[in-house]
């Protein structure tokens, strides 16, 4: 049988499934896993792992007969592609099974922002309501205008949920999309014309800290931001800065630069709503992208080839 190397966790559905095609070697039941891939990787064919942890490039470097890496997971940036492209390695990711989920979560930070509603939740448990009367009124989300850095296949999905709020939309991306909206070749000025700035861009290199501080004052103490996309498109120490003093208004978060770590200055802050990174984390979807990694790694043992290459090993 063909020999897998497991990194992260999977359920048992996509447990059974690969066992049935693959020796299964999981990384998290390795005492000391980079000494056991020294002594084992020479067998390893292919790898199933996740977009957080992808696959280190010493644990690549052990592996010399590695064929395929399958990431659960759209984003690929903790995986070098280019260095595995380079020695013949595909790998493959999970797009659009998540679009619609990870749309949703964008939409529900964005409206919790708009309606305080982590102020008003905790206003009914705390028991001000009876004591003090009514809650203050909040800001109406309906008829803003949104600017979606990234208008990929999530950041369409993001536009499409939002249509019923009556929203404007506009992007910036580095090229034009061939698309009725507004595009922005500078993200400052959309940023200056925006309600809402909504990220959803790769992380890497290309994207480090593009929100940075003249970005986030272009959106201002009205303005709302939202990331569903990778920690590191933000500039975090600035956005905390300028939540505190008031030159941001509201943010709300779903990625953060050192997750699972999130800094105590965001957690104390009342002008933010933050998740612990599930985006796509539904049931429902979290099966979807799971049975994509899997038909994957079975369809390359077959034959070769694969569903839903990367982009940079979409010619191999
Ligand atoms: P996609 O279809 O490839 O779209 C990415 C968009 O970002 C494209 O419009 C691209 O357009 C733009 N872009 C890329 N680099 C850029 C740059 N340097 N500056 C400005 N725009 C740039 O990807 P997707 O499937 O929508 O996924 C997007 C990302 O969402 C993933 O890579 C992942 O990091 C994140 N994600 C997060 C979660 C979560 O749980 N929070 C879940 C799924 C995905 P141009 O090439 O024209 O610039
Ligand atoms: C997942 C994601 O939580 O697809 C992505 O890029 O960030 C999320 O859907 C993650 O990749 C699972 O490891």
Not at 168 to 174: A, F, K, L, P
Not at 290 to 307: A, P, S, Y
Request: hydrophobic share 40%; net charge negative.
């Amino acid at each position: 049988m063909a020999q897998l190397l497991l990194i992260g966790g999977a359920t048992d559905e996509t447990l059974t499934r690969l066992g049935d095609a693959f020796t299964i070697h999981k990384l998290s039941e390795m005492d000391d896993p980079q000494a056991w891939l020294d002594a084992n990787g020479e067998g390893i064919t292919h790898v199933a792992t996740n977009g957080h942890d992808g696959v280190k490039p010493d644990y690549m470097a052990a592996m010399p007969n590695l064929k395929a890496i399958s990431c659960y997971g759209v984003g690929y940036d903790a995986i070098d592609t280019e260095a595995a492209r380079a020695r013949g390695v595909v790998v493959t990711h999970t797009p659009n099974v998540l679009n619609a989920e990870v749309g949703t979560t964008a939409v529900l930070l964005m409206l919790a922002c708009y309606r305080e509603l982590l102020r008003d939740d905790a206003y009914v448990r705390s028991g001000r309501w009876e004591a003090e009367g009514n809650a203050p009124l909040t800001r109406s989300a309906d008829n803003q205008t949104v600017g979606i850095l990234g208008l990929g296949r999530i950041g369409q999905a993001i536009a499409d949920k939002l249509a019923p709020w009556g929203t404007e939309i506009v992007y910036h991306s580095r090229s034009k999309k061939d698309v009725s909206y507004r595009y922005y070749g500078d993200l400052t000025e959309m940023a200056r014309d925006v309600d809402v700035l909504i990220c959803i861009t790769p992380g890497g290199a290309s994207t480090n800290k593009i929100v940075n501080r003249e970005v986030i004052e272009a959106l201002g103490p009205q303005g709302t931001l939202i990331n569903v996309s990778r920690g590191t498109v933000i500039d975090e120490a600035e956005m905390i800065a300028a939540l505190q003093d008031g030159r941001l208004g509201w943010a709300g978060l779903d990625v953060f630069e050192a997750e699972p770590h999130v800094p105590e200055a965001l957690r104390q802050l009342q002008n933010v709503v933050l998740l612990p990174h599930v985006g796509s984390g539904t049931v429902e979807t979290r099966a979807a992208m799971g049975k994509l990694m899997v038909d994957n790694l079975l369809q390359h043992l077959k034959d070769g080839t694969v569903i839903s290459p990367v982009p940079e090993c979409a010619d191999m």
